[in-house]
């Protein structure tokens, strides 16, 4: 069964902190994707990845950064997190090609 | 850059009652993924459509896809409480990587 982790489903992080999201995936996926969710907006693309090492900007990737040292894990990295930060966060996977992505239980962040 | 609108935002409706959401895409589109997200849940794939004109069924679930490859709905034929929850259309343009562009999602409660 497919299967999309990721590290925490809750996190509680300072304004200022470094904070990073892991997501690992055990079905051997090329592309590996990170989405945040607020309410009304629907998903929206932070970064995605296509191959170890490789990355491409989505539609909103200003106070973020990824890591993909090993194709089975994808990292998110707030830099220096800020309250409007506050968020679902959404990992998802899928092969190449515009294939089913399957999605992590997600991370709810709370910058204070 | 592809734009996304679905419609609407939000539908309560009585149990019984039938629903339907509806995707429109600015772009002709290489396919169209619909995903359902449970509350408190993450999003799960339903259904992918392909061909221009294409309908497809999943018990009371009915999803189309437009002639002109533009749009597409989904209808929910006498809803039951576990239909709630809400509904993305994620359209792909054909871009390389598998990158999807979610809608804003149609939230749909159902009261018993």
């Known amino acids: 069964d497919v299967k999309v982790t990721q590290s925490s489903r809750y996190l509680v992080k300072r304004t200022g902190e470094k904070v990073f999201l892991e997501c690992v995936q055990d079905m051997d996926h090329e592309n590996m994707f990170w989405y945040r969710q607020d309410p009304g907006l629907g998903l929206r693309l932070i970064y995605f990845s296509y191959d170890v090492k490789m990355k491409e900007k989505g539609d909103i990737p200003e106070g973020y950064s990824v890591s993909r040292e090993k194709k089975e894990r994808f990292s998110l990295i707030l830099e220096s997190a800020s309250t409007n930060q506050t968020s679902m966060y959404l990992c998802?996977?899928?092969?190449?090609?515009?294939?089913?992505?399957?999605f992590g239980a997600g991370t709810r962040l709370s910058v204070l | 850059g592809q734009q996304v609108m679905q419609i609407p935002q939000y539908q309560h409706v009585q149990e019984g009652e039938d629903f339907t959401t509806y995707c429109n895409s600015s772009?002709?589109?290489?396919?169209i993924q619909w995903y359902k997200q449970r509350p408190g849940g993450h999003p799960v794939f339903l259904i992918q459509l392909v061909k221009s004109g294409e309908v497809k069924k999943q018990k009371r679930l009915t999803f189309q896809f437009g002639e002109a490859k533009k749009n597409s709905s989904l209808h929910i034929t006498a809803t039951q409480t576990t239909d709630v929850g809400t509904y993305f259309c994620a359209p792909h343009g054909g871009t390389s990587y598998g990158k999807l562009t979610f809608g804003q999602g149609t939230i749909l409660t159902v009261h018993p």
């Open positions: 772009t002709t589109l290489s396919n």
């Open positions: 998802a996977s899928s092969l190449v090609g515009g294939n089913i992505q399957y």
